[in-house]
């Protein structure tokens, strides 16, 4: 199971739709906007998007409360104008994942509202119920007092999102169900009826919502999850093979290897590596991120963890590398812009499958203090609009500023992709030419081979092979020069010849007879 031929050379945006692109002027993105800006992330050099839960609902965690999983939330359009967005970018030759929400719905998805009624009726097994008003449910947030059934429900996030019945792992009193059990297998088929009914209409696959919570007290392995994806995936493998899956897990070899997810991200969840590449948010004083220029440059905190999902997972799937998402604070919080360069150049060209996250390529700033919006809470400072031209709201719609899904940066100097065209230095410039030269080169791709060149504690360059390249990033303020016998797994063309111009660069460096070198806060590729 590797999945389908295009992931190898797929580059993914996501798109926060609220926030992209208004065309009607209500203050809110729309398809419509969406469509209009396909030529944009096309020329960008993102071949496939990841779209936040658009389908209907009461909006309390911003969609992730889906009240219909086969309607679009009105405010988006119409689901003839999301089929129709499928089109024009099938005829771009990109893809788009929509956001599945297996694990819960909203309390006001008709499900639920079937499955708290008194009587027995087809929903009653669809959710997790006690079976007494007052019963708690250990180990799991529960509500009690809203509906008229003798029983407490459990939630999976908020208090608006009931957790849906895949089944316990261990079944320990009456009311719970096993893995095997019908309602749970009920719920599989419902999710499997929702994901059909996307992918019939033009839908290349998901990004999957909490993907390792399905299966309540599950082993630590989290084989009962696994076990309810690999049936699920069913539905992609045998009828729309070309579709994949992407899990919020952060945990790639139970994902991959587990659950038979095509990627999984590497998020910013306690106790993963990533975070020590750009956002440091784990040990208590200064943040020592990989990528800030002061922070010593530590790559053997990321690397043994890397290495190990890496080969584990290498011919079965990918890990999938993210700029930021919806839920994380944007680097520009705590990098600099040359920071952030390289930064990116090194996930863009890792194996496995990067993400970027919508205003990143041009440098949005993380907004620390906005009120909460839609249950984003600190989220909400990741999710302002698009910053398009200096026109009325920066180009991201023509309502009123009162009437904004969330303000627009303020500043006189705000960051706009119109700028950012015209700045051949910009870090969208930057991404273009890395992503540009990543689809030129199959060395760069998902599958191209990885090895480490020449990795040290707490010292800097991190050198690196990706078939046939090497590649250096010293985010250091200082130049390095690493000697030839100190490498291990150099090209066999560069061991010859020991000289070679960069074929990308930020910063400066190359290779020369005393070896390699790479400037102050330097990234390079050399043949
Ligand atoms: C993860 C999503 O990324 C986040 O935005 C959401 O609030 C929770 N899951 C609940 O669905």
Redesign the pocket.
């Known amino acids: 199971m590797s999945g389908p031929k295009w992931l190898n050379d797929a580059v993914f945006y996501e798109i926060y739709p609220q926030s992209f692109q208004d065309t009607n002027g209500d203050g809110i993105g729309d398809f419509e906007g969406i469509i209009e800006r396909l030529d944009y992330i096309k020329n960008l050099g993102c071949n496939a998007l990841w779209i936040n839960p658009c389908y209907d609902s009461p909006f309390k ?2 969609g ?1 409360d889906v009240r219909d999983y086969k309607s679009v939330a009105p405010r988006y359009g119409t689901n003839e104008d999301l089929y129709r967005l499928f089109d024009e970018a099938h005829r771009r030759s990109m893809h788009v994942f929509l956001d599945l ?1 297996p ?2 719905t909203s309390e006001e998805h008709a499900w639920f509202r079937e499955s708290g009624r008194a009587g027995h009726n087809e929903y009653s097994g669809r959710y997790i119920w006690s079976d007494l008003w007052i019963a708690g449910m250990q180990g799991h947030p529960y509500i009690a007092g809203e509906c008229e059934r003798n029983g407490t429900y459990m939630l ?3 208090k608006c ?1 009931p957790a849906l019945n895949y089944g316990f792992g261990t079944v320990t009193a009456p009311w719970q169900d096993g893995l095997d059990d019908p309602e749970p297998h009920r719920t599989r088929e419902a999710m499997k009826d929702v994901m059909r009914f996307w992918l019939s209409h033009g839908c290349d696959g998901f990004r999957v ?2 993907a390792d919570s399905l299966v309540k007290d599950d082993d630590d392995s989290k084989s009962g999850t696994a076990e309810v994806w690999r049936d699920l995936r069913r539905v992609i493998d045998e009828e729309y093979p070309e579709a994949a899956l992407v899990s ?1 897990w952060s945990n790639p070899k139970q994902a991959v290897l587990g659950a038979h997810f095509n990627m999984d991200f590497y998020l910013d969840h306690p106790g993963k590596a990533y975070n020590t590449l750009v956002r440091d948010n784990e040990t208590e004083g200064p943040d020592r991120s990989f990528f800030r220029k002061d922070a010593g440059g530590d790559i053997e905190r990321f690397l043994p963890q890397f290495l190990s999902d890496y080969e584990a997972v290498k011919g079965h799937g990918y890990i999938a590398f993210i700029t930021c ?3 994380t604070p944007r680097m520009s919080r705590t990098l600099t812009e040359r920071e952030r360069k390289l930064a990116y150049a090194f996930l863009f060209t890792l194996p496995g499958v990067p993400f970027l996250y919508y205003g990143d390529e041009i440098g949005i700033p993380y907004f620390e203090d906005l009120p909460t919006k839609e ?1 984003g809470y600190t ?1 909400t400072g990741t999710r302002t609009p698009m910053q398009w031209n200096h026109g009325r709201n920066l180009g991201f719609s023509t309502a009123d500023a009162a009437k904004l899904y969330l303000p627009v940066d303020p500043s006189e100097d705000a960051a706009t992709v119109e700028d950012a065209e015209a700045d051949p230095d910009s870090l969208y410039h930057t991404v273009q030419d890395i992503l540009q030269l990543r689809h030129a080169q199959d060395d760069l791709k998902a599958d191209g081979e990885f090895a480490v060149v020449y990795a040290k504690k707490e010292s800097c360059p991190f050198l690196y092979r990706r078939g046939s390249l090497l590649l250096g990033v010293n985010p250091s303020g200082s130049a390095v020069t690493v000697p030839w016998e100190e490498l291990s797994q150099v090209p066999d063309q560069l061991a010859g010849h020991k000289s070679a111009e960069p074929l990308f660069c930020i910063g400066g460096g190359g290779a020369a007879a005393e070896g390699i070198t790479l400037e102050a806060q330097s990234f390079m590729i050399v043949r």
């Open positions: 965690d911003a992730y929400v694990g819960h999976n996030f908020f999102q919502d909490m919020e998402n919806h839920d249950g989220r």
